[in-house]
């Protein structure tokens, strides 16, 4: 969505590293789950405004202040949790999220307990990846937003004002990536620890390439990306004989290899790929 | 944008820096006249600061200047850090493999253009991508970065693991013998050969850009590159060479750190700043809009406050991590400092569409 009015975002993985921390922490001390995910997508927000108003307003380069957001969120998380948390070697730990056992939904076998034994932040992703699609495809706003991001020139022609879509779109993206690096810590690890998205944000960003700007399709991306991962992960667990930084490397990888065979496929999004290089 | 609403927020984003750092000394009880005095001075303020912010700015700074050189096309290659991990590699085998028959001289030759070649080649499957498919740079080099470390970690705890570990709990590579290592200019710091291998990169990145047909082209395609194309550059082929520099020099960096600190090939931390030259070089080129002077001194710069700050992670138990903070915030000024109108020129010629 962020990309759609057109703002390359390479500071997600700032918002996301920042997310995780805030969303760390005010869970600790709260308790509040909602709290936690709440803040962490204003943190987010935060991030966002900073870079919006950079590449928007200042017109700065969109590579130069992402990469100052992912810094910025790369060093607050560390810096907050070594304030809050001291410098243990044993990190302190939160209960992750409780799986919802919906009644009757999970008694359905097989997929019962895959589709509705998911925690509710999955739940809510899905909601949201629908809501994102209907507003993209189905609104006047999102028709502008999309006009904004093709091409602001004639959206203004249009009486729509790029810039303030711009900025809601990245804030919008900031708060989702907030949550996002909540997520991380409160549902799946339960802890902190240092630059634990690990690029994520950046796989993130490239699953929009996969997605071809479209959240469903994103989703899919996604889907299939963590598929693969689950699949290599047992790989892992039976073949211990090869070493295991082979599968760590591996995500990253895929991604690589992926985009190559998906720009192959189509040869669309070429273009998109490439703002300042239009030849299609 | 007027001019008096840029100088605005010039002045908004350094209060903003100021007040950011000072909440962060804050954070942790300390005054941040002190936090940002002791900073400075202990990158600055001696002797001895000085040597080691010298020493500590020669991996950024030829990392910088190989970064510039595809920057300059605006060809975003953040794959810097990886490039750097396969040039260590690459140096340190050709120096363990090749010690036991070869002169030192010969040795050290070999690892430079063992660790160039390695770099250069570890940016072109990005690059080519790129070129022939359009793919987006900049996640493609990113997590090649990723990929390349695991490969380190794998090889010193497997292939190239050293008989004992160099620190506690930490797996490593056998150390390079002695001899091997770059020679020092002065006694007891690390300012030496590899000092004068990143001036000469910086200078002759000076010359690449105003004297040579590829450097002019580069900028051509940096400006514009439908305006490039139509002045009959050869874009793609630019790229091309431009990212094999590129690439080539950040493994170089990798190569000096090894034969003129490090010694030995350690694991790379992800998120351990201190180690992390091809990210920071990422600013360090940025914020001097690529000017090769310019370069050398905010190298220098960022190389300081690092120094800085490890003193105050000794003295006053701050993170190292205020540091990379920092650089994001300076990263958000420098450009409305001095070259916000150079980005200007630019972003209205090509940027939009997506």
Known sequence: ?280 | MAETARVIALVGFVLIAVCASSLLFSLFGLSPLVGLASLFLGGFGSRGALAATVGGMVPLLIMAVGLSVPFTARVWNIGGQGQFVIGSIMATWMGLELSKSAPPSLVILFALFASFLGGALWLVPPILMRIYRGINEVITTLMMNFVAVFLLDWLITGPMEGPQAIALNEPSSAPLPGYLMLPTLVRGTNIGLGLVLALLLAVGFFFMMRYTRLGFELRLIGHGVEAARYAGVSIERDILIASLISGGIAGVAGMVQIYGAQGVLLPQVFSDITTSYGYVGIPVALIASLNPIGIILSAFFFSGILTGAYGIELTYDIPIDVVTALYGIVMFIAPLGFHITLTRRKSRVQRDGK
């Open chain 1, 1 to 280: 969505m962020d990309q759609s009015a057109g703002t390359l975002n390479l500071g997600v993985e700032g918002m996301m590293l920042i997310g995780t921390i805030v969303g760390f922490f005010t869970d600790y001390y709260t308790g509040s789950l909602l709290l936690a995910f709440l803040f962490a997508g204003l943190a987010g927000v935060v991030l966002s405004l900073l870079h919006a108003f950079a590449a928007t307003s200042l017109r700065a380069d969109q590579v130069v202040s992402g990469t100052a957001i992912w810094f910025i969120g790369w060093g607050l998380s560390g810096v907050i949790y070594r304030a809050l948390f001291g410098n243990y070697l044993v990190p302190p730990t939160i209960g992750t999220l409780p799986h919802l056992q919906l009644p009757i939904l999970t008694s359905i076998p097989i997929i019962g307990p895959i589709l509705f034994g998911e925690d509710p932040v999955a739940y809510f992703i899905l909601l949201m990846i629908i809501v994102t699609h209907y507003f993209l495809f189905h609104t006047q706003i999102g028709l502008n937003l999309r006009t904004v991001g093709e091409d602001p020139r004639t959206a203004e022609e249009m009486g729509v004002n790029p810039i303030r879509y711009r900025y809601a779109a990245t804030m919008f993206g900031g708060f989702m990536a907030g949550i996002g690096g909540a997520y991380l810590t409160i549902a799946v690890t339960g802890t902190f620890y240092y630059d634990l998205t690990a690029g994520l944000g950046f796989i993130a960003v490239a699953l929009i390439y996969f997605g071809k700007w479209k959240p469903l399709q994103t989703f899919l991306g996604s889907l299939v990306f963590g598929a693969v991962y689950v699949l290599f992960l047992t790989i892992q667990t039976h073949f211990q004989a090869i070493p295991y930084q082979f599968f760590a490397m591996w995500p990253y990888l895929a991604i690589v290899i992926i985009l190559c065979g998906v720009a192959a496929k189509s040869g669309g999004p070429a273009g998109l790929a490439k703002p300042y290089e239009k030849r299609e």
